[in-house]
Structure formats: structure tokens, C-alpha cells
């Protein structure tokens, strides 16, 4: 079972308030919802809005629905929260409506503590709010990152910096979404938060505010699956084709079905054994797992003879297929 908390304010009683937060979160939720076949994900994920006076969010609300959110021994239990954030000394909160300097908002301590002590297998704590890089840290030696097994922490910034807006949308949360809509995904379609995190932290440059990725986790963790880029039974066949992940795949004509013209009897005719070998082989290169030997493309490199070879993500593939990890 998966369980989502998905908390987006907009509306501060008495601090200024934002504009985009809610409809991150509703993006978000739309993500994560279901995967890409349309199959349940994060079924009927439980919804914190605040957008205006009759429609707040407060800081007991808020406390109470991350508390039941770890409750429970889900698969996963995922806390996205979209707000302003505080820090002080004695540490970083996440506001609600209802807060009126921010040190009287919910204490990323405690959002910790309940993520630490929860009995679900996954902890994943998403935090696009000013300051939220905190989250994790000791009480007592800030370099020092206080997550107990399964608990993942993932952060639009440091805990110096504040959090960007662009287009009435935060800027990580506009990448985390496309992160999980495949901009992230592997080669089996499967988004995990360290993909997450990488397509984000590479989007936002040297420059920007710096995503903060925490993990302390000892099993794989999918946030959610898409459309495969490469079908898998495709993917298998590496083992099938290369005998070693080193060794170069002999190429001739013969496994290329189209002549293009060339109607040379020297030639030797298609193969259908080595075409249907060949139309894998082109379907590996396009996603970066084989490449031509000795030739630009690998029509060139079968009607000159030549070979192909496996990327080095190729030969990392090639041993999760050997070692029937995938």
C-alpha cells in the first residue's frame, strides 16, 4: 500500500501569502496518483489546501495528518509539502495558515520524528519551502543528518537558501514533476527518488538553489513506473547477443534487410534471423546501450562488416541481466 499527504498553502492569516503552492501540489498529486497505464499509484491521496479564509490550513491540522500519515506500515508513506518555510536556531518549520512569525509553525523535528519512529517500510519527505534543507539535520551538529533506516529526504533548497518561483510554480516542484512524468525514469520505466533528485539537481545548474537529497535506505524504492523506454524482453536479449559485456558483436550485411539500392550479387541476401537480431540491436542503440564500431550508424556498420559493441551503460545493463536483477 501507498500513502500520500500532499499539502499545498497559498493563504497566510498574517505573513505574506503565495501563488503558486497550491497548484504545485495538485500537480503533484496528479503524478503521483497513478502510473503510466493508468494503474493506482498513490490511490486517493489525502489533500491539505489552503487558499484562502475559509479554507485554511492550521499548524494542529497539519500536525495531526503528517502523524497519521506515518502511522500506518505502508510500502511507502510520502509527505510533499508546498508553503513557506522558517528557520532559527533552534531549527526549521514548515507554516501553516494559521502561523504568524513561522517558529510557531509545525517543527521539522518533529515531521522527523515521526518519520523515524513510523513503521512503514519507506519514508519519503518532499519539502518545496525556503530553508527546508534543514530537515534531517542534528538538533545539535547541523553537518550531521539524523535519518533512520527507509527515510528519504528530498528539498527545493539548503538550509541557507530560499526557494524559487517562475510562472506561478516552484521551480523544483515544476522539475520534480517532470521527473515524474519520465524525465527521470531508468530503463524498466521505474522513477526512484535518487532519479529524482539527479534530474533536478542537473536542471538547476551550479548557480541556483541546491536540491538536497538525503536517503538512508538499503532497498530499491519506485515512486512510480512509466512507459518503459525499451521493452524489456528486448532488454534481455543483451546476454543473448554478447556472450561477454567486452566483446564486439561481428556485423555483415546480411543482418540488415534494406539494400538501399545496393544491388550488388557480392552481397550476400537478408538473414530473417540475423534482421530480427539486427532490428534489437538498432532498438538497444537508440537508448544508448549499443553503438557502431568503426562506423557512424549501424546500417553502416552491418553493409561494411564492421561490428557494434556495448556502451558502458550497456555493459551495466548486460550484468543486471546476467545476474537476473531485471
Known amino acids: 500500500m501507498h500513502k500520500a499527504l500532499i499539502v499545498g498553502i497559498d493563504y497566510y492569516e498574517q505573513i505574506g501569502s503565495l501563488r503558486g503552492a497550491v497548484n504545485d501540489a495538485y500537480s503533484v498529486k496528479a503524478a503521483l496518483e497513478r502510473h503510466a497505464d493508468g494503474t493506482l499509484n498513490f490511490p486517493q491521496p489525502k489533500m491539505l489546501i489552503g487558499t484562502g479564509p475559509d479554507a485554511l490550513v492550521s499548524r494542529s491540522e497539519l500536525r ?3 502523524q497519521e500519515l506515518f502511522r500506518d ?42 518519520a523515524n519512529r513510523s513503521p512503514a517500510k519507506n519514508k519519503v519527505i518532499i519539502l518545496d519551502s525556503c530553508h527546508s534543507g534543514i530537515a534531517g539535520s542534528s538538533e545539535h551538529v547541523t553537518q550531521l543528518a539524523e535519518i533512520k533506516e527507509g527515510v528519504t529526504i528530498l528539498t527545493a533548497s539548503t538550509a541557507e537558501q530560499y526557494s524559487m ?19 527521470a ?8 527518488p535518487g532519479s529524482v533528485y539527479a534530474h533536478i539537481d542537473q536542471s538547476l545548474g551550479a548557480w541556483a538553489q541546491r536540491p538536497v537529497f538525503k536517503t538512508n535506505v538499503k532497498t530499491f524504492v519506485s515512486l512510480r513506473t512509466i512507459d518503459a523506454p525499451v521493452e524489456l524482453s528486448d532488454l ?3 546476454t543473448d547477443l554478447f556472450s561477454h559485456p567486452a566483446k564486439e558483436l561481428a556485423l555483415d550485411p546480411s543482418y540488415e534487410p534494406e539494400r538501399a539500392g545496393n544491388e550488388d550479387a557480392s552481397v550476400p541476401p537478408p538473414d530473417p534471423a540475423k534482421n530480427a537480431d539486427f532490428a534489437v540491436l538498432q532498438k538497444l542503440a537508440k537508448v544508448n546501450l549499443v553503438r557502431p564500431v568503426g562506423a557512424e550508424h549501424m546500417w553502416h556498420a552491418a553493409m561494411e562488416s564492421k561490428a557494434c559493441e556495448l556502451t558502458v551503460l550497456g555493459q551495466h545493463y548486460w550484468r543486471l541481466v546476467h545476474e537476473e536483477l531485471i
Open 64 to 66: 495531526q495528518a503528517v
Open 165 to 183: 518561483e517562475s510562472g506561478g510554480s516552484g521551480v523544483f516542484t515544476t522539475l520534480l514533476v517532470d521527473a515524474l512524468n519520465g524525465a
Open 236 to 238: 534481455k536479449r543483451l
Open 185 to 192: 525514469t531508468n530503463l524498466v520505466g521505474q522513477i526512484t
Open 73 to 114: 506500515d505502508s510500502d511507502i508513506a510520502l509527505l510533499y509539502f508546498a508553503g513557506h518555510g522558517y528557520i532559527d536556531s533552534t531549527g526549521g518549520f514548515l507554516c501553516a495558515s494559521d502561523c504568524a512569525e513561522g517558529h510557531d509553525g509545525l517543527a521539522l523535528s518533529d515531521v522527523m520524528s515521526f
